[in-house]
């Protein structure tokens, strides 16, 4: 009973002291999915038992990347005889890109080309004419003394002619502006003189009145 024991006890002491000491590890294979990551592993050891284990690993990318850059059309007019101006623009953002152009009419430009087609034909006073439908030679005009024609009427007949349809002025809003100016100039200018005028006066009774006074004092009755 007592050897019974004793070689238990025996078998249960090398069990403990040696169940680490040599050991059989056996490892799983890696997998790898579009998106995700997955390995397996096995560990046998000495003593029978086993322990198994799985890990999972999931993860998702979204990259955005910016679309082509949204160039802004080239509007040119060049090699033709037309009065157009070109403009474009464009904006673009990481969902979208728009771009656009447009050409638009060029008056001024317009006005100087009939202006030269008439005067080619000796249409002097008519080139003239259609320049003044410009607000700033019609004032350049105005200020030289050479006012522009009115309904056939040059000088000082347009002059006069101007003057009284002052609204038919291309210039008019500028035009009651500088009259504004101008008038209220002249007040003060005629305040000047008026005070001028009054200190003269002023000056003159006093004169007057020490010339009686010492006319008096020479000729007494």
């Not at 006005?111 to 008519?126: D, H, P, T, W």
């Not at 007949?157 to 609204?167: I, R, V």
């Not at 001028?196 to 006066?201: K, S």
């Amino acid at each position: 009973m007592k050897t019974l024991i004793l070689t238990l006890l025996i078998t249960i002491y090398s069990a403990f002291a040696f169940a680490d000491t040599t050991q059989n590890n056996t490892s799983g294979s890696n997998t790898s999915i579009t998106g995700g990551y997955t390995s397996s592993a096995t560990n046998t050891y000495q003593s029978g038992s086993s322990n198994n284990t799985t890990t999972t690993n999931n993860s998702t990318s979204n990259i955005k990347s910016a679309p082509p850059t949204a160039a802004a059309p080239n509007v040119t007019n060049s090699g033709s005889d037309v009065c157009l101006a070109g403009a474009s623009a464009g904006i673009q953002t990481f969902g979208v890109g728009v771009s656009a152009g447009k050409s638009f009419r060029d008056k001024n430009c317009e006005r100087i080309k009939l202006s030269r087609e008439m005067n080619s034909l000796g249409m002097k006073v008519a080139a003239v004419a259609i320049l003044c439908q410009d607000e700033r030679v019609f004032f350049a005009m105005e200020q030289a003394g050479t006012p522009c024609p009115f309904e056939g009427k040059i000088g000082k007949e347009a002059k006069a002619a101007w003057k009284k349809y002052d609204k038919l002025r291309p210039d008019y809003e500028t035009y009651v502006q500088n009259l504004k100016i101008i008038e209220k100039k002249n007040k003060e200018e005629e305040k000047e003189i008026t005070k001028e005028m009054v200190t003269m006066d002023i000056h003159k009774e006093s004169e007057d009145k020490k010339t009686k006074q010492k006319i008096e004092w020479n000729n007494p009755k």
